[in-house]
């Protein structure tokens, strides 16, 4: 900055002549810096090829979103929480004869343990909402939060982005997309089970909801640190 500096100071006591031109030098100056800063990135990523190499697109937990309180919560909470554990498990079963040591062993764990709460969702939704369709359920757009006939079937759409598997793996480069996709999958969850805190007045519900956020914050620290060690 000190060129800047310098043609400001310039400019004090010149021409208008002077002040015309090292207004330009100053445009000038300001644009080299401005293309300098698009260009940075782009340098940085060819001097580092792998920069953008574990970025994984995942869909966004933003669609998670499950709508008002009211006497379908919990079912449409646990409809929600079913999509979302199955594509856990399977992203899971991408890596689970993988010879990084942990990963393979961390993503049985993570099938087992969220396979057993798909169970218990299952039993829970048959003995509470006897009269819910078979399909799963989401909220109508202006739909009546206390009311089935406010909820309409879950669409493709929206059980793929519950589920949030992603794209793009390989047998190459399955280890890392299974822990920066697991890691954001997980966020989706810790999201649902908070917002569950918030809106159901279920203690089973809730229980379930707390021993997510405990479980899923320990694995998003164990999927980090193995991210770190397994980056290539």
């Avoid at 757009?141 to 669409?155: H, K, V, Y």
């Avoid at 996709?181 to 229980?207: F, V, Y």
Wanted: with cysteine; hydrophobic share 45%.
């Amino acid at each position: 900055m000190p060129r800047l500096q310098n043609l400001g100071c310039a400019l004090e006591g010149a021409s208008y002549g002077e002040y015309f031109v090292l207004g330009l030098l100053m445009r000038s100056a300001l644009a080299a810096l401005a293309l300098l800063g698009l260009l940075t990135p782009l340098a940085r990523a060819q001097l580092n090829p792998h920069e953008h190499h574990h970025h994984i697109v995942m869909p966004s937990a933003h669609n998670h979103d499950l709508g008002p309180a009211g006497s379908t919560y919990d079912l449409r909470w646990l409809d929600a929480m079913v999509q979302h554990h199955t594509g856990a498990l399977r992203m899971s079963e991408f890596v689970f004869d993988i010879g990084q040591p942990g990963v393979g062993a961390l993503a049985k764990g993570i099938w087992r343990d969220q396979a057993q709460e798909i169970k218990a969702m299952g039993q829970w939704r048959k003995a509470w909402y006897p009269e819910a369709p078979v399909y799963p359920v989401t909220l109508k757009t202006s739909g009546d939060p206390n009311a089935l006939a406010g909820l309409t079937r879950m669409s493709t759409a929206q059980i793929e982005a519950m589920r949030m598997v992603g794209t793009d793996v390989t047998k190459s480069n399955r280890v890392n997309w299974f822990l920066e996709g697991m890691i954001a999958h997980h966020g989706g969850a810790l999201a649902m089970a908070d917002d569950a805190l918030k809106k159901s007045t279920n203690p089973t519900i809730q229980r379930l909801a707390r021993q997510i956020i405990v479980a899923q914050q320990r694995e998003i620290i164990e999927l980090k640190r193995m991210l770190k060690r397994h980056a290539i």
